[in-house]
């Protein structure tokens, strides 16, 4: 592809990040999101995830935005290895997060804070956050399904059909949030659902 390709060490263990909203240095808000199911079923972009509250995540994310000066929102991911529970840097993310409908329904609305800081308002924010809630993204439960049933990774064991099918299900049914969907306004998710269909 005409570049030096960067290779990551694949660490087995969960995928969290801490998301932040700072202001000139200080955060004014934060959250945090556990990765219970991925695109792919060793791992991958968020598609089922879970709001949570873990001190040492939010220690470790917090040091590395106040040590950067950071301003605006920010997403800083770890793995913890399932080994030795130690948190070990993923990435770090200059921009609002794909699974932000999880901060949401877990009671933190982000873009509103945001507003608020572009408005003049200097925080910090002391929203009620809800750990334990969950969201899913409907289309990637699918293609995360779709995995399961036709790939391969040598170094994670592929989970059962049934056993997939059984955690899904469950999870709606206890969890029945979702990042796109929405009764009150269903077109984002039909609007989605075209542009995959479409391939747009």
Same mark, same amino acid.
């Given at each position: 592809m005409g570049h030096v390709p960067i290779v990551q060490e694949y660490v087995d263990g969960t995928e969290y990040t801490i998301r932040a909203l700072y202001d000139e240095g200080e955060p004014v808000v934060s959250t945090q999101k556990a990765l219970r199911r991925g695109m792919k079923y060793p791992r991958g972009p968020s598609v089922y995830h879970e709001a949570v509250d873990i001190p040492a995540l939010e220690r470790a994310g917090l040091a590395i935005l106040d040590e950067l000066d950071w301003h605006g929102p920010a997403s800083v991911g770890f793995i913890r290895e399932k080994a030795t529970g130690t948190f070990k840097l993923l990435e770090i993310n200059p921009r609002f997060w794909a699974s932000l409908p999880c901060d949401i329904h877990a009671g933190v609305d982000y873009p509103h804070y945001y507003w608020q800081l572009a408005n003049g308002a200097t925080g910090p924010f002391d929203p009620t956050y809800h750990p334990g809630t969950a969201s899913h993204f &409907?289309?990637? #439960? &699918? /293609? @995360?399904? @779709?995995? /399961? &049933?036709? #790939? #391969?990774?040598a170094f994670v064991p592929r989970p059962s059909v049934g056993e997939t099918v059984s955690g899904m299900a469950g999870s709606l049914l206890e969890q029945p949030n979702f990042d796109v969907f929405s009764l009150d306004d269903p077109r984002p998710f039909v609007r989605d659902t075209l542009n995959t269909v479409l391939g747009l």
């Open positions: &409907l289309r990637g #439960e &699918l /293609v @995360h399904l @779709h995995s /399961v &049933l036709t #790939e #391969e990774y």
